[in-house]
């Protein structure tokens, strides 16, 4: 079957719909989660004072608005009633009403002002925790995490959180309203407020019916609607591939799939929640009713004021919307919860590779490198490199040269201490990098990355990237010396050219020498260069490579590549395979030492392992029975 | 040549509302039930005043009747009261879920138009669009326009339908107190206005810093191994904290805006109240109305509480909803400069010529092609050299129409590739990008990502021909590893292979690989030139490569440099030319002393 014989709508068998992710996407619980709840307040402590006066504020408001209709009542029974009519005390009771809605509007203000602020501060400082332990997370967890599903966690997980906020100053304001209100009405009369509160039993009833169905059914819409967030995120990512390979069909019919559903669980969502609105109105309904029957007997018998019924029906009101209001905020409740879980989970993740508490400075290296024994992998069980030893001598450049996947990148990446090794030890400048800190072992071992990534900036930034205080003669020295001075002069605005994301707006050779210029910059004593120039044509590469010799006198390199010319300029060579070292030397050594290398020079290969296999299983045979 | 297009966020501003109202007019069933709920939830809801005023009075005319009378009618009343409160519930319900519905269709509708849209658009304009912008308008800004339907269009309906007639019924009653308890609306509506508009313009700003803070984030994930091997935490941070600075002083100043107008608008309305009840009590007094007039007056204020508390939140919405609309809509209608055009037919493939005459481009202006003259026959290979920045991705780039020349004309079998269908074409040329991108998924479904109805035999062909097969076989999950974004689990030349594997896949008839071996071993590389020989003898290959090896076998070779052909001939021609691909051969070939790259230094 082909894709323009498709049908539309079906799945085809070989694409994900799901995607999955080291943890998990999906976790979503209850409204209140004490965790989570206990963590939040942590990142509300310095705010305390602020808090406690916002709380005022909260209260002033509050109470201010269950004292409204009590004034109206006793306006009504002082003033208004037949027999009582009293304009003076009328004047007085409205002028006590207006201090009152004057204080009502301090707090609502004051209240609406400082915990909107707190709450953005504290959102900002949540966001920044989890951005700051991601910059320090490992990279085995990085390695398995996609970009999209952290931004959403950055994003929108901060973001539900700050609905969250919003509702609940409202929240706070509700239940002390409800109390107010409750309290308020037992003052003026117990007999009607119990029959008014008798009701709430039932809803409490009808709360505890409606909630599972309820949770389920906003889980769903959440986990849906993350989903189709991951889901267009990849396809954004991804456009050119997708594009390239004609992709856009069944990639448009999976993600209809998913927003319909996501679809689907928003609506079921959507009538859990406005379910609860005939629900609280007729409660609503049997309460006035009961008020105005009750009431109203009471009032003709002349066993109440009428105040006091009028004082009801205002405070049924008050008391029944915030009660609707909350059920409302239910979800919102719930979702903060899983937020914060999610927020939380990311600033949990445990760091593998730390420094030590009493780790030093790696300064004034001397610049060697030696691993020792080596045993390293990614996968428990899975050995990417075996029992490595070797030693980089202070000043020295050795080059690193094998098939692909024996292991050079991952070398690399340990004398970088992107990840700690299984066996063995890696020392920089003499020091266990175990022992040292991570940052002073960047400042001293300086990479050009096989993928060369740049970041939106312009061309100068780019290079100068950390050391933001590089004049411009060194900039321009080292673009020179890496031959990116005369494409950079040709870009618009020459050193100030804007580049896209990832550099997408020059050519792959280009950011390669970008990313080059980059390292030189960093002006560090190890430079470790992995398939530097792999994108660009042997005779820039060979300019590159006299610039450099000038530029990097005395620092220690380490060289991955896989052209001879390239390795050839190497002090000394060293071979591997399936992550094993199988042979090692200087250049002229290995020529003479009839091994490997020796084999394939006098064989006049292009490249290094432009050898047929058979060869390099034999040769290998045969060094290694040199060996024992 | 291609503009570079810009993105303007402000469309006009009430063209966005319309624009969001048209989309709502297609749910018409949905739409005409939440306005007929809405007439009847606003009636009961003012019906509720009324009954509570009228129960007032029968209480208070205790004196002049019987006590049965009252009784019964109070009963009665009552009921009347409860069946009210019920059918408010009911059709507060019924156009609360129409409002939802209606947002979440429109919700839907946008993320299908917009991920249509994404797709359609091409690489020009994705390569100036910020990822992190598109998903976050992708997101953050569809829910911002389905809020807005979602919570503030029908119940604006609604509070216009709630205090129109509210103020017929006040004002009929007593004209001078009507016009007192109404009194705040018009200062209301002028807070709810002037805040709109200044939160809109905050929102815009802050969706607009927001986008930026979450480029910082995205880049510096994307490229946490530069990030790392930097130590550039520090400077990382600072980028973060200066962006999300910026943003914190705009959501401050939009808490500002909300807190003022929602405590003027709460006052407003509060001071109202206050007057109602004294000129309300006065006249009481002077016996002019009754205390249960007075009531239904004082109890229509309080029903009014609820939605002026809620005003608030609707004009946040709206704001927001006009701020999203606007930049979402900017996305939508940009026009793709690479589409079918008019009366364009399917590609039919007889044989799989290519052809290049004369063909200019640049991408901004600049020449970045200055007359490309080629032609690949079937069966044929040609091969491109050049330094960095020559143009070679360029003209792979032009051949499945990912951008369109400024002059001149490609043809596949005669046909000129700007008259045959998009799809037609893509489906026949695969370019293996220099730089490909992997999905968060399985090795096979990343092979058959083309052609995701492949057989599994057809995968493993594929790893095969690519050498990739003896590496997945001895992964413990075998075809269904996981491999990270971007494939980061793999090594350089594993992901280059597996997107050479992709490729091959789809069994295109022009196939274009740049530079797709770089980390690949030249002995691996030969044996996957070896296989795909073996299996298209009559594909038509470009091979971009700086490594000569590659390309030496090429039937014809083509110097690139500043966007011009300036060498052309097979590898012998080519040696004997001595020119510059001879001195990049005699570079690879045998660099064994310094003295030869002195000689071809000097002879430049
Ligand atoms: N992050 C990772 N997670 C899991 N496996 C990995 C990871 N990175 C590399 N590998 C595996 O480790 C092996 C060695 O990879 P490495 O990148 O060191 O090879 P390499 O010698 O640099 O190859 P190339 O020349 O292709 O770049 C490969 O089999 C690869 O699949
Ligand atoms: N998207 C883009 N927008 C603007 N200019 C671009 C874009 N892509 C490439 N260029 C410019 O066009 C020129 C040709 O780029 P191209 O990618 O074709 O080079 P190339 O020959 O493939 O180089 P390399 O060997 O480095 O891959 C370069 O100067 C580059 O800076
Ligand atoms: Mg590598
Ligand atoms: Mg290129």
């Known amino acids: ?628 | 040549m291609t503009l570079k297009p810009k993105i303007t966020n402000r469309t006009q501003i009430s063209g966005t509302y319309i624009r969001i109202i048209k989309m709502a007019l297609k749910q018409k069933l949905l739409l005409v039930f939440g306005v007929i709920t809405i007439f009847g939830a606003a009636g009961f809801q003012l019906w509720i005043p009324i009954l509570l005023g009228s129960s007032v009075d029968i209480a208070m005319d205790v004196f002049s009747a019987e006590n049965a009378d009252v009784s019964d009618q109070l009963i009665f009343s009552g009921v009347l009261l409860l069946i009210s409160s019920i059918m408010r519930g009911i059709f507060t319900m019924a156009y609360n879920y129409s409002g939802e519905s209606i947002g979440q269709h429109i919700g839907y509708e946008l993320r299908l138009l917009y991920y249509q849209k994404l797709q359609k658009l091409s690489f020009s304009y994705h390569s100036h669009i910020h990822t992190g912008d598109l998903i976050t308008r992708g997101i953050l800004d569809i829910e911002g326009v389905s809020m807005f339907v979602r919570t503030a269009v029908l119940r604006s309906i609604y509070l216009v339908v709630l205090i129109g007639t509210g103020t017929y019924l006040v004002l009929s009653a007593d004209l001078v107190l009507g016009i007192i308890s109404l009194s705040f609306v018009p200062f209301a509506g002028w807070r709810a206005t002037a805040a709109r508009l200044q939160l809109r313009s905050s929102w815009f700003a802050l969706q607009e810093k927001l986008s930026i803070l979450s480029k910082v984030m995205d880049e510096n994930l994307g490229g946490i191994r530069v990030v790392r091997s930097f130590a550039s935490k520090t400077h990382e941070m600072d980028k973060f904290d200066r962006a999300s600075e910026e943003a914190l002083t705009i959501a401050n100043n939009q808490v500002q805006i909300k807190s003022k107008n929602v405590s003027l608008i709460g006052i407003s309305f509060l001071t109202a109240m206050g007057l109602v009840l004294w000129v309300g009590g006065l006249k009481v007094i002077n016996g002019s109305i009754t205390i249960g007039e007075l009531t239904t007056f004082l109890a229509f204020m309080s029903i009014l509480q609820a939605p002026v508390r809620m005003l608030g939140m609707m004009v946040n919405a709206f704001a927001r909803g006009a701020a999203s609309g606007g930049r979402l809509f900017s996305v939508l209608d940009m026009s793709s400069d690479i589409e079918d055009s008019q009366g364009s037919t399917k590609l039919t493939i007889t044989k799989g010529v290519l052809k290049f005459k004369e063909v200019h481009f640049g991408y901004e202006g600049e020449h970045t092609l200055n007359g490309v003259t080629f032609e690949v026959k079937p069966g044929h290979v040609v091969g491109i050299v050049g330094p960095p920045g020559s143009g070679k991705s360029t003209i792979a780039h032009l051949i499945p129409r990912f951008y369109d020349p400024s002059s001149g004309a490609i043809t596949i079998d005669g046909q000129n590739i700007k008259d045959v269908t998009l799809d037609s074409l893509r489906h026949a040329v695969s370019v293996v990008e220099q730089d490909s991108f992997m999905f968060t998924a399985s090795i096979d479904h990343n092979v058959a990502y083309g052609n995701p109805w492949a057989e599994d035999l057809d995968v493993e062909t594929a790893a095969r021909n690519t050498q990739m097969y003896q590496y997945i076989s001895r992964l413990p999950n075998k075809f269904s590893t996981m491999i990270g974004e971007r494939g980061v689990s793999l090594s350089g030349g594993q992901r280059q292979r597996l997107s050479i594997a992709r490729s091959i896949l789809l069994n295109p008839k022009i196939i274009i690989f740049d530079d797709s071996t770089s980390s690949v071993d030249a002995a691996t590389e030969q044996k996957i030139r070896v296989a795909l020989q073996e299996i298209s003898r009559d594909r038509t290959s470009i091979i971009i490569s700086h490594r000569l090896s590659s390309l030496m076998h090429a039937d014809e070779i083509l110097f690139i440099e500043k966007g011009k052909i300036i060498e052309r001939g097979n590898h012998n021609k080519l040696i004997n030319n001595n020119g510059k691909y001879a001195e990049l051969y005699k570079l690879q070939i045998r660099p064994d002393d310094k003295n030869k790259s002195e000689k071809i230094k000097n002879e430049r």
């Open chain 1, 1 to 628: 079957m082909n894709v323009e014989d498709s049908t539309p709508g079906s799945i085809p068998p070989k694409a994900s719909i799901r995607r999955s992710s080291t943890i998990s996407e999906d976790i979503f619980g209850s409204a209140y989660d004490h965790k989570v709840v206990k963590r939040f307040t942590g990142y509300l402590s310095p705010y305390r004072k602020l808090i406690i006066f916002s709380m005022l504020t909260v209260l002033l408001f509050s109470v201010t608005a269950v004292l409204l209709p009590l004034i109206v009542k006793y306006t009504i029974d002082s003033a208004l009633v037949a027999g009582v009519e009293n304009t003076k005390i009328l004047t007085i009771c409205v002028t006590l009403f207006f201090t009152t809605i004057a204080l009502n509007f301090v707090g609502n203000y004051l209240q609406e002002l400082i915990i909107g602020r707190i709450g953005e501060r504290v959102l900002i400082q949540l966001r920044r925790s989890m951005f700051e332990h991601l910059q320090r997370v490992s990279l085995s967890f990085m390695d398995k995490t996609q970009v999209g599903s952290m931004m959403s966690r950055l994003q929108g997980d901060v973001g539900a959180l700050q609905e969250f906020l919003h509702t609940i100053t409202v929240g706070v304001g509700d239940i002390i309203l409800i109390l107010g209100v409750v309290l308020t009405l037992f003052f003026l009369d117990w007999r009607l407020a119990l029959m008014m509160i008798g009701v709430v039993p039932a809803l409490l009833l009808i709360r505890v019916i409606w909630l599972p169905f309820a949770r389920k059914a906003f889980i769903r819409s959440r986990v849906t609607a993350s989903i189709v967030s991951g889901s267009l995120a990849e396809n954004i990512n991804g456009i050119r591939a997708v594009q390239g390979l004609t992709r856009e069909k069944v990639n448009y019919s999976l993600f209809d799939i998913l927003a319909h559903d996501n679809l689907a669980a928003q609506n079921k969502a959507a009538r859990f929640g406005v379910i609860m609105m005939p629900i609280v109105d007729t409660l609503t309904g049997i309460a006035l009713a009961v008020i105005i029957f009750g009431g109203g007997l009471l009032v003709s018998k002349g066993n109440l004021e009428v105040g006091v019924m009028v004082a009801f029906m205002l405070y049924v009101q008050r008391f029944f919307d915030p009660i609707r209001q909350l059920t409302m905020h239910y979800s919102i409740f719930q979702r903060a919860m899983a937020a914060g879980e999610r927020i939380f989970e990311v600033i949990d993740v445990p760091i593998e590779v730390k420094n030590k508490p009493n780790a030093v400075t790696l300064k004034n290296i001397d610049g060697s490198i030696e691993f020792k024994n080596v045993t390293f992998g990614y996968v428990p069980d899975e050995p990417i490199l075996t029992n490595i030893s070797f030693k980089v001598e202070p000043g020295e450049t050795v080059a690193l040269v094998g098939p692909t996947g024996s292991g050079k990148t991952s070398i690399t990446s340990l004398t970088h201490r992107f990840y700690d090794v299984w066996e063995g030890e890696v020392f920089v400048g003499g020091k266990n990098v175990k022992d040292v800190t991570q940052s002073s072992l960047s400042q001293q071992v300086g990479m050009v990355l096989q993928e060369p990534f740049l970041f939106t900036g312009t061309v100068i930034e780019n290079i100068r990237y950390v050391n933001v205080d590089c004049p411009l003669s060194e900039v321009v020295e080292a673009a020179k010396a890496v031959g990116a001075h005369n494409f950079i002069c040709q870009l618009p605005d020459g050193y100030d050219s804007m580049l896209e994301q990832r550099g997408g707006n020059i050519s792959l050779g280009q950011r390669q020498l970008l990313s080059f210029a980059r390292a030189i910059v960093a002006n560090t004593k190890i430079l470790i260069l992995d398939e530097a120039t792999a994108s660009v044509d042997s005779y820039t590469e060979m300019l590159i490579q006299d610039a450099l010799s000038k530029l990097l006198k005395g620092r220690t390199g380490m060289v991955i590549a896989h052209r001879l010319a390239t390795i050839r300029s190497a002090d000394r060579i060293i071979v591997l395979q399936d992550g094993k070292i199988i042979e090692t030397g200087t250049h002229d050594e290995l020529v003479t030492t009839n091994g490997l290398y020796s084999h394939m020079y006098s064989l006049n290969y292009s490249s290094f392992d432009d050898i047929p296999d058979d060869l390099i299983k034999e040769v290998t045979r045969e060094w290694r029975e040199g060996i024992t």
